[in-house]
């Protein structure tokens, strides 16, 4: 672990599913020769199989040993063929070559029978996790994590391209890039952050779902979600890496009878939410119906005042 | 001639046609002796031998190396290259290696996530009097690596002193140029000795990986030899002895200070 760690917390029930935090990050990092594919940050509709295409079946992380696992190395079309648009026949063009794939695919898509049918969006950056499979994996000493802020990168000069990386994190956030033949990932905007400016997923959230700090800035509001209010966890607590992007998991829609009457239960499935998030996201989900309840009442909430205040990031 | 003796012929003929393929197939082109010296003859003058077809190298007698699999992932690889042949000569201030091995695929462009490329590589120790750590030398004798890659057919100086330590040499010169013909890789290494006063010895260490991109060998997940040992004398160039070079003080600042 590092002396400080930068986290971020993301609220799922904020999510618009828009795209300005991929594209933000696209502009700002992957423009270049052989990331064409690459969303270092990608938002994918749940449930659903993600981006890259089921990832989560590909292995990686740590066993109950705490040895490093190698998973599946994806290929290009697990992401998704990056496509051409064929200009020269305007008015109707058509993408070349013809997608099967892609961030987000399977956008809104969904699960249950209508009126009750069900999904949210996952954001998903890099988890500069305190313990990197990534880094683990690696038998380049290519990759490290920042003692000052606990951001995982990987050392362009020390890479050569063994892809170890992508096979070992559980998450699939490091890629691959054919041209450079070199893994590359989400480096936290290091650059910006360096210069008191939150990464561009942060800052241009249209939704505001993003929260950004160091995770002993008890004054932060990584920290009030993290471990004052308790309300923000960990996407799949049980690959071992210990991620620091934690999320705010979503407030379920009531079901609703024939007739539009709520029915008291909720839509999305508690043991959907388990699979995701571990067996902490039911006192979670109390925890925030608690709070969303006296905010209605007109008493204060904390809670409540922190997920939708904009003062999101300190750094 | 009855039918029968006419079906009987044409079987014996096809069935000895069939074996003398297979004998061949199993011998090989070229039958180089298996041997742990590789002498290197100067040659001066003519065309440059980094073309793997320059007509030098048909003169010079190739050793077979007999590799093993090796990895450090614990991922052994499947598709292990069980011997190259090699052959080597001096031209000027720079040694050359033609290595030559069988592999079923050329891996030479890397268009997916999921493809590795065709590579090989020279070992030598960055002093050549000292025998270092056969896998990737160690902090106290480091090795220089000459590393050619199919997808960039160039090769790279490369300095080594354990595991995951390697990084780029500048201090020495490296050329490769490979082609892959007939189920065959055969690319030539180039190492300039230049002044280099840590290679002005009669005998070094020399030792060879190959890695088949096509069972997605990298890094450790390789075939090696083990060391073998490279005669300088033929070229009657020799001017330090041993202990000579032995004595002399060691610069190592060209070494990453992580390992030094």
Known sequence: MSQRQLAMVIDINKCLGCQTCTIADKNMWLRGPGQEYMCWNSVETRPGDGYPRRWEKMGGGFDANGEVQLGDLPGVEDYGVPWEWDWEKLPHIFPRPQPSWGPNWQEDVGEGEYPNTWYFYLPRPCNHCNKPACLAACPRQAIYKREEDGIVLIDQERCRGYRYCVRACPYKKPYYNVQTNKAEKCIFCFPRVEKGVPPACVAQCAGRIRFFGFMDDTEGPVYKLVKKFKVAVPLHPEYGTEPNVYYVPPISTPRVGNNGEPQGQGRIPLAYLESLFGPSVRQVLDTLRQEIARARRGETSELIQTLVSNQRWRV | ?260
């Open chain 2, 1 to 260: 001639m009855s039918r029968r003796a006419i079906i009987i012929i044409i079987v014996v003929l096809a069935a000895a046609v069939t074996l003398s393929y297979l004998w061949l197939g199993h011998t090989g082109p070229t039958q180089a002796a298996r041997a742990d010296i590789l002498p290197v003859p100067a040659v001066a003058g003519g065309e440059d031998p980094l073309a793997p077809a320059a007509a030098v190298w048909g003169g010079i007698t190739p050793i077979q190396v007999p590799l093993s699999g090796m990895d450090i992932k614990g991922e052994w690889p499947v598709a292990i290259t069980t011997s190259l042949e090699v052959q080597a000569l001096r031209r000027g201030d720079w040694l050359y290696w033609r290595v030559s091995w069988a592999d079923t695929t050329a891996d030479s462009r890397i268009q997916d996530i999921t493809q590795f490329a065709d590579a090989v590589a020279v070992q030598v120790p960055v002093e050549a009097a000292q025998r270092p750590y056969i896998c990737m030398g160690q902090g106290t004798g480091p090795v220089n690596i000459i590393y050619w890659r199919a997808d960039t057919n160039q090769a790279e100086s490369l300095v080594g002193g354990a595991y995951g330590t390697l990084s780029r040499y500048p201090l020495v010169e490296a050329k490769g140029q490979g082609s892959y013909q007939n189920g065959r890789w055969t690319v030539v290494l180039a190492r300039a000795l230049g002044q280099d006063p840590a290679w002005q010895v009669p005998q070094a260490s020399i030792a060879f990986a190959v890695w088949n991109g096509a069972d997605e060998q990298r890094g450790g997940r390789k075939s090696t030899s083990n060391w073998l040992t490279l005669d300088l004398r033929a070229g009657g160039q020799v001017t330090a002895s041993r202990n000579e070079v032995a004595s002399r003080p060691v610069a190592r600042s060209h070494i990453p200070r992580r390992w030094r």
